[in-house]
């Protein structure tokens, strides 16, 4: 395992040299829930780590126990930016006003809600016109200063509604507020990702792109063995024309997360591989 991590790491390394050359507009990220039982052992090291795997551009919104200003100090020690953080539906609903301000506080560009709170496996018509109104609301707070909020889906959105389905819904009502599609979630809820990049072209700004073993059974509820995520571009979703589709729409952050146990030496070959379709 010690050589496939130097050889990816190398590899992907170069890649990005390459990238930096060609210009391809599109930046790769990382979820840092990925990497969420590692942080718990070594912070500092795991930091470390992104860089040296040729990611800059990191989301997620925590101090791991630091004071903001150690912890901003930490990513410029690495060259890391915060790009994206999470605000939670109660927060957006209540009081998105101390969102925006964590978002400031680290310099991200983004806003992020991944969960719509609802009855387990009962999504509906109701939550999803409630999570609109909500979502329009502060996202017009969020743009007003100068942000982008988005929402994130889980899967149990694509249940049927009208002659599509609650997240076309919820796509053609987005007044204030755009989307992070997680590639995975939407293939377990029955969507297709790259037909919905191609039908909503301004809509994802940032991608969640992991991938899924091949073999792997839906979910309607949000739910599912984290264990299935592999290295994007040997499951079966179409990664690399989701990368492809996001060039031309003008996706800003291909995000990895990857949350398997095996993402440490996962997540370097996700990046080789992002960079391998970029640069086609």
């Not at 780590?49 to 100090?73: F, P, R, V």
């Not at 029955?190 to 072209?201: Q, S, T, W």
């Amino acid at each position: 395992m010690v050589l496939n991590f130097r050889l990816y790491r190398i590899l992907a390394i170069a890649i990005l040299l390459i990238q930096s050359l060609s210009g391809y507009g599109q930046e790769i990220g990382l979820q840092l829930y990925s990497l969420r039982e590692q942080m718990k052992t070594d912070v500092e090291k795991y930091h470390e780590i992104i860089d040296q795997w040729g990611i800059k551009y990191i989301e997620g919104g925590g101090t791991y126990g630091m004071s903001m200003e150690e912890y901003l100090e930490l990513l410029e020690k690495n060259g890391l930016q915060m790009i994206s953080v999470g605000g939670s539906y109660e927060e957006m609903r209540d009081n998105p006003q101390a969102a925006i301000d964590k978002a400031k506080a680290f310099g991200a560009k983004y806003i992020v809600t991944f969960w719509i709170p609802h009855p387990s496996g009962n999504f509906s018509e109701r939550e999803a016109k409630e999570a609109v109104e909500v979502f329009n609301k502060a996202g017009k707070m969020v743009k007003d200063a100068g942000l982008t909020y988005c929402y994130h889906p889980h899967g149990y959105e694509f249940k049927p509604y009208g002659k599509g389905t609650l997240f076309d819904y919820m796509l053609d009502n987005a007044e204030n507020f755009d989307f992070e599609m997680d590639v995975f979630w939407v293939q377990m809820g029955g969507g297709d990702p790259l037909a919905i990049m191609r039908k909503y072209r301004d809509k994802f700004p940032l991608l969640h792109l992991k991938d899924r073993k091949k073999g792997t059974p839906g979910s309607s509820d949000g739910t599912g063995d984290v264990e299935t995520n592999v290295v994007l571009g040997t499951g079966d979703i179409d990664v690399a024309g989701i990368i492809k589709e996001a060039k031309k729409n003008g996706t800003e952050y291909l995000i990895i997360e990857d949350e398997s146990s095996r993402s440490v030496s996962q997540i370097p070959q996700s990046v080789y591989f992002i960079n391998s379709v970029l640069g086609q």
